[in-house]
C-alpha cells in the first residue's frame, strides 16, 4: 500500500491514533492489524475506505445513526420496532376477544 493510501485511510479515521508525534508514522503489529482488517473488510462487503469510515461514523455517533435510521425507515429499509407496549395492547386485546364469547355462553 502506498504511502498515500495509507495518509488517505488517517485522514478517513481507519487507523489507530498516533501515540507519538514525529516526522514519519511508525507501524507496529496493532497498526498493521487494523490496516488488515480494514482491507478485508472492504474486500468482503465489496466497499471503499470511505464507505467503512462512514460506517463507523454511524456506530459511533448517536446523532448520525438516528439520521440514517430515520432514512431507512422512510425509504423501507429498516422495519420500525414495535414497542413493548403495543404488543402487550395486542396480546390483551387478543385475550378480551376469547374469552369475551366464553363469558356470554356461561352468563345465559
Known amino acids: 500500500m502506498s504511502p498515500r493510501m495509507l495518509r488517505y485511510r488517517e485522514a ?14 511508525r507501524f507496529g503489529p496493532e497498526e ?5 482488517q480494514g482491507m478485508e ?3 468482503r ?3 471503499t475506505p470511505a464507505e467503512l469510515a462512514f ?4 456506530l459511533s455517533e448517536p446523532a448520525v445513526a438516528g439520521a440514517v435510521r430515520d432514512l431507512g425507515v422512510r425509504i423501507g429499509r429498516i422495519q420500525i420496532p414495535r414497542r413493548a407496549l403495543d404488543f402487550e395492547k395486542e396480546k390483551a386485546l387478543r385475550l378480551l ?3 369475551a364469547p366464553g363469558r356470554a355462553s356461561n352468563q345465559s
Do not use: N, Q, W, Y
Request: hydrophobic share 50%; no cysteine.
Open 97 to 99: 376477544r376469547t374469552s
Open 45 to 47: 462487503f465489496d466497499i
Open 32 to 36: 498493521l492489524a487494523a490496516v488488515a
Open 12 to 25: 478517513l479515521g481507519l487507523l489507530p491514533p498516533v501515540r507519538e508525534r514525529g516526522a514519519h508514522r
Open 55 to 58: 460506517a463507523l461514523r454511524v
Open 41 to 43: 473488510l472492504e474486500k
